[in-house]
């Protein structure tokens, strides 16, 4: 068994062991518990390594301004398609969808394939091309999702002033933000990782790893299938991973690459799975609607709709990069990517024009029965 094999094997177990520890961990004080501690020790310790280990070559810097690009894409792509799948604009669900569907994971569903297919130094650019991705979902995200918490729960007695004022604080005592502005501050200095005393880095070193088995047994633990919805999800990540297709066949056929890694990379990088980040942000943001009585029925996000497409996007994203790699040469050409992301939205989007067909016939159907009932009568 190939070792990229067994790294999706050994994730898609820790999924699996949650679930079956959903029995153990029934209570609400016990989820929150492990929430707590992904997003306040262990996510910003993950976030603090990979911040001091970044060394920025300027001939790449171009890589994560093309990823940064990517996202403010996809939300534009997804707040215009969400309506042809039945999703009502200016609702929890929308908004968890907007945050969530735009992000990249390429930590847990892309990087330990690029290490074994495409080797270090493709990592590295994925590394690097990640950066932008981060700006969006650690920065932009948060923005986004504060700005929507204070239209929804109508909070426009506030000046403006007082309005940035209040997201300043917020995003300062954030942990994951603190950490950004230490981690820059020591950059700056010419500090890293192993500048640092040998007690205190091997603690956060020890801290960040328990990131990914905790994210996983969380997302496992919490997740909530139900069927309906479980087919909405599938139909919305098989048209985010054809649009996505889409781009990355336009883009190679349109920028020369210096080679097969670096086309291999583009195709691959953009179908990593959603990340957890805007999730922490509207777990945060429903945090302290729980502590407002006024605030508590009116959700400005939909957790269990956020939770379950954590759940789906991981093992989905993780076959299609599979995929990818297991296809040799195949997906180096624009034109087959190309046509691979138009099946794919097509895919997605069949049993809505079916329904469409349906609802039109019997529209038609309906008048014409009209129509003869008029022209009886006369």
Same mark, same amino acid.
């Given at each position: 068994?190939?070792?990229? /094999? ?24 016990? +989820? ?15 976030? @603090? ?34 309506? %042809? ?31 074994? $297919?495409? =080797? ?45 004022? #209040? ?6 005592? !954030? ?8 981690? &820059? ?16 880095? #091997? ?38 991973? =054809? @649009? ?15 080679? !097969? ?25 429903? +945090?302290?609607? $729980? ?12 957790? !269990? ?19 990818? %790699? ?13 046509? &691979? ?20 016939? %019997? ?8 129509? /003869? ?6």
């Amino acid at each position: 068994m190939s070792i990229a /094999l067994q790294k999706t094997l050994s994730l898609l177990l820790l999924i699996v062991i949650g679930i079956f520890l959903q029995k153990k961990l029934q209570s609400e004080d016990q +989820k929150k518990g492990l929430k707590t501690i992904i997003l306040n020790i262990a996510l910003p310790a993950m976030i @603090f390594v990979a911040l001091l280990k970044i060394e920025i070559n300027p001939d790449l810097l171009i890589l994560p301004v093309l990823a940064l690009v990517f996202n403010i894409v996809m939300i534009f792509l997804t707040r215009y398609s969400l309506p %042809f799948f039945g999703i009502k604009s200016d609702t929890p669900a929308m908004r968890t969808l907007m945050l969530l569907l735009p992000s990249l994971a390429p930590g847990l569903t892309c990087f330990p394939f690029i290490v074994e $297919y495409l =080797g270090d130094d493709v990592l590295a650019w994925a590394a690097l091309a990640d950066i932008g991705n981060k700006l969006f979902v650690l920065v932009l995200a948060y923005l986004l999702a504060m700005s929507w918490y204070y239209k929804n729960q109508n909070l426009k007695a506030k000046s403006n002033g007082e309005k940035v004022k #209040e997201l300043l604080i917020a995003m300062v005592s !954030e942990p994951i933000n603190m950490v950004i502005l230490v981690a &820059i501050i020591l950059l700056s200095f010419g500090f890293n990782l192993e500048s640092m005393p040998g007690f205190l880095s #091997e603690s956060i070193l020890m801290m960040k790893d328990m990131m990914t088995p905790l994210v996983l047994l969380f997302i496992g633990i919490a997740v909530i299938f139900k069927w309906d919805q479980l087919r909405m999800i599938t139909s919305l990540l098989t048209f985010r991973a =054809g @649009f996505t297709f889409l781009i990355s066949g336009l883009f190679i056929w349109l920028v020369p690459m210096p080679s !097969e890694a670096a086309v291999i990379l583009a195709v691959v990088f953009p179908q990593s799975a959603v990340s957890f980040w805007p999730f922490a942000h509207m777990s945060s943001i429903r +945090k302290l609607e $729980y502590e407002n009585e006024d605030q508590k029925s009116n959700p400005t996000f939909d957790l !269990e709709l956020g939770i379950n497409v954590l759940a789906v996007s991981m093992p989905f994203s993780t076959l299609l990069i599979l995929g990818v %790699f297991t296809s040799g040469s195949y997906f180096t050409y624009p034109i087959h990517v190309i046509t &691979i992301g138009a099946l794919m939205v097509g895919l997605a989007l069949l049993p809505k024009a079916i329904q469409w067909i349906r609802n039109a016939e %019997f529209s038609f159907d309906s008048l014409r029965e009209k129509v /003869l009932k008029d022209s009886s009568v006369e």
